[in-house]
């Protein structure tokens, strides 16, 4: 079992920055340091989305098309924490962003395949 606490949401402006974070831990048996970790973000209406991940050892990123170029993913095994850098905010980022564990995936995009969720912390962008 694996619990993910995010935080460093909040309202900012379009063109802001936030850095969101997700600190994770495991009551026994498998490390964090062994799961992919995945940011997904879900608007009022519309579907969860997927948005970056991060392979075991932080050297593989994935990422959306709706936010390449302005998010980084990056993770720190040390402080069992990933994290999501995001730059040049849109009205359109605006939603719940989730982070997500997974043993092992097959397809970094599909929420299906990760394992354990966080509560999700609420990203308000204004225009």
């Known amino acids: 079992q694996v619990q993910l606490v995010e935080s460093g949401g909040g309202l900012v402006q379009a063109g802001g920055s936030l850095r969101l974070s997700c600190a994770a831990s495991?009551?026994?048996?498998?490390?964090?340091?062994?799961?992919?970790m995945g940011w997904f973000r879900q608007a009022p209406g519309k579907e969860r989305e997927f948005i970056a991940a991060?392979?075991?050892?932080?050297?593989?990123?994935y990422y959306a098309d709706s936010v390449q170029g302005r998010c980084t993913i990056s993770r720190d095994n040390a402080k069992n924490t990933v994290y999501l850098q995001m730059n040049s905010l849109k009205p359109e980022d605006t939603a719940v962003y989730y982070c997500?564990?997974?043993?092992?995936?097959?397809?970094?995009?599909?929420?299906?395949?990760?394992?354990?969720w966080g509560q999700g912390t609420q990203v308000t962008v204004s225009s």
């Open positions: 991060v392979s075991w050892s932080g050297g593989s990123t």
């Open positions: 495991a009551a026994s048996g498998r490390t964090f340091s062994r799961y992919v």
């Open positions: 997500a564990a997974a043993a092992s995936v097959s397809s970094w995009h599909s929420d299906s395949e990760y394992d354990f």
